[in-house]
């Protein structure tokens, strides 16, 4: 999944919630049974999210939406092999930017 967020220091919860085409209760939820994502939260207790969390939901919802894990077994799975699953996530990223540019060229031909 290729997620298009604008370079900023936060994100709101409206925002994450667009790019990963989930409602905002889904965020939160995530939020609560991940701890690896860690939003801040400004005076009015709105949640501010990094690049760091946008990241870690990228694993979370690749886990549990793509590759068809329970929470269970996506916390699992992350607590296990953190870096295998972060090396895989870039991997199958970079991959898909390859065949969209490939699918580019060939759509040019």
Same mark, same amino acid.
């Given at each position: 999944?290729?997620? +298009? ?8 919860? #409206?925002?994450? /919630?667009? /790019? %990963? ?12 049974? %991940?701890?690896?994502?860690? &939003?801040?939260?400004?005076?009015? !207790?709105?949640?501010? %999210? ?6 870690? %939901? *990228?694993?979370?919802? +690749?886990?549990? *939406?793509?590759? !068809?894990?329970?929470?269970? #077994? /996506?916390?699992?799975?992350? *607590?296990?092999? &953190?870096?295998?699953?972060? +090396? ?10 390859? *065949? /969209? ?9």
């Amino acid at each position: 999944m290729h997620i +298009n967020l604008p370079e900023k220091r936060y994100y709101k919860i #409206g925002e994450v /919630a667009k /790019a %990963f085409d989930v409602n905002t209760s889904h965020i939160r939820f995530w939020e609560k049974e %991940f701890d690896i994502i860690k &939003p801040k939260k400004n005076a009015k !207790g709105n949640r501010l %999210f990094t690049k760091e969390d946008v990241e870690n %939901f *990228k694993l979370i919802y +690749n886990l549990v *939406k793509e590759r !068809g894990f329970t929470l269970e #077994g /996506a916390k699992q799975k992350l *607590k296990k092999n &953190p870096e295998t699953v972060v +090396n895989n996530h870039e991997i199958i990223s970079r991959l898909e930017s390859v *065949k /969209a540019e490939l699918q580019k060229i060939k759509d040019q031909l």
